[in-house]
């Protein structure tokens, strides 16, 4: 598959490796701190900070990484988080008494970055020469790239923790991004001439209100990519559905709040192998087909899950979940892109962000509240809002993809 890709090796493997740094960061700081400050209030408000930067930002990360070159956009982006982190732990060796400051300083210019860094990429990925490589299996090799890196990063986090050396993990961090800026300036890329959008408007406010304005009047005239956009937005709840649900489940259904760590790792090697599934089977089929199986397949086995609750099977249930929500994702991305202009693909990845953000913001308080006064009535709750997204997105029969 990928001989003769080297763009394709060098955008996966970069994908990888920063991944792995991602992975360690979030649990380092995490912990560091929680070391600091006694406290879990300081996490809460780096997680408040990512999504408002989330939400604000990516109106601007969707428009530049359209109207300038989103290869050049994913190479600084690496190359500032890579400094920036360079800087950090200097900091954090020299100041040590300011680390919660610091850790903050940082987190926030990261959540500043990411939104560009999304956008660039979901732009950046059908560009890339890929050669006899699908563009929904390039997508899915990501997706699983993406995983396993944070997976791993997690793992060769422990080591640091343990010997009392986590300022050390901001430094690999660092070292990845700047490792993933050099290898995403290598790829070649495969574009049309128009797949810059270019403006010569002085006023920057006005050109972007222009270009947003355009770009959303015409998702509203496109059925298709209407519905692509809203029912891309469950694959993400059904993720952040899995990490409001496992604390409660290992522990009290379970009853053993040690199989949070299988339940949670047989999400993640599911979500691995995704990739594997969408080689083998997905790229025989057409989206209108696949798409709705993929939701209603989830929906079953969130039912398995709630009606047989055991450790052997609920952890291989965790596993099939991650499996076919992965492939979800990649499917779903594939169309967003093969569907849409070139010129538009920043601000498609920025919308559907916000949408992503806005939709979390509304159905996790909600499912918090059901599944805190039983988890298996919020399990079923979901299992019917699935099975009916997935009969609503059959029975719209909008137009299947085509293969590349």
């Known amino acids: ?30 912990q560091m701190l929680y070391a600091a400050t006694g406290s879990v209030g300081a996490f ?6 990512q999504n408002l930067s989330s939400l604000l930002l990516n109106i601007i990360a969707g428009y530049v990484a359209d109207l300038i070159d989103a290869k050049k956009v994913s190479v600084y982006i690496n190359l500032i988080q890579g400094v920036i982190l360079l800087g950090g732990v200097f900091s954090c060796l ?3 008494k300011n680390i919660v400051i610091i850790l903050m300083v940082i987190n926030t210019i990261l959540s500043i970055c990411s939104p560009f860094f999304r956008a660039a990429n979901f732009k950046l990925i059908p560009e890339v020469e890929r050669h006899n490589i699908t ?11 993406n995983q396993s890196g944070q997976l791993i990063g997690v793992a060769l986090a422990a080591p640091l923790l343990l010997t009392n050396n986590p300022v050390y993990a901001l430094g690999i961090n660092s ?6 800026s050099f290898m995403m300036n290598r790829i070649i890329l495969v574009r049309s001439s128009d797949s810059i959008n270019t403006t010569n408007d002085k006023n920057v406010l006005r050109s972007m209100y222009l270009a947003w304005f355009s770009m959303i009047k015409n998702i509203l005239e496109n059925k298709k990519l209407t519905l692509l956009i809203v029912f891309s937005i469950f694959d993400y709840i059904s993720v952040s559905f899995v990490n409001l649900i496992e604390p409660k489940f290992a522990t009290e259904v379970l009853a ?5 760590s299988i339940l949670d790792g047989g999400f993640a090697l599911g979500a691995i192998s995704s990739f594997l599934l969408v080689e083998r089977v997905l790229n025989r089929w057409s989206f209108s087909g696949v798409a709705p199986l993929l939701m209603l397949l989830q929906a079953i086995c ?5 009606s047989f609750p055991s450790p052997f099977l609920s952890s291989l249930v965790m596993f099939l979940i ?11 991305q594939t169309e967003l892109q093969k569907t849409a202009e070139n010129t538009v693909h920043g601000k498609l990845s920025s919308l559907r962000d916000i949408f992503v953000a806005f939709s979390t913001l509304v159905f996790i308080p909600i499912f918090t509240h059901i599944v805190d006064n039983s988890i298996f009535v919020g399990i079923d709750v979901f299992v019917g809002v699935l099975a009916i997204m997935s009969l609503l997105l059959y029975f719209s029969r909008f137009a299947g993809a085509n293969k590349d």
């Open 94 to 96: 020299m100041f040590a």
């Open 302 to 306: 969130y039912c398995i899950l709630g």
């Open 256 to 260: 053993n709040s040690a199989y949070i």
């Open 44 to 49: 809460g408000l780096i997680l408040i900070i």
């Open 135 to 145: 563009l929904l299996s390039f997508n899915g090799i990501r997706s699983s790239a």
């Open 322 to 332: 991650g499996l076919i929500n992965g492939s979800s994702i990649a499917v779903f």
């Open 175 to 180: 070292g990845c991004f700047l490792i993933t």
């Open 1 to 30: 598959m990928f001989k003769g890709n080297k763009s394709v090796i060098l955008f996966i493997f970069g994908t990888f490796i920063s991944n792995i740094g991602n992975g360690m960061f979030s649990l380092i700081v995490g």
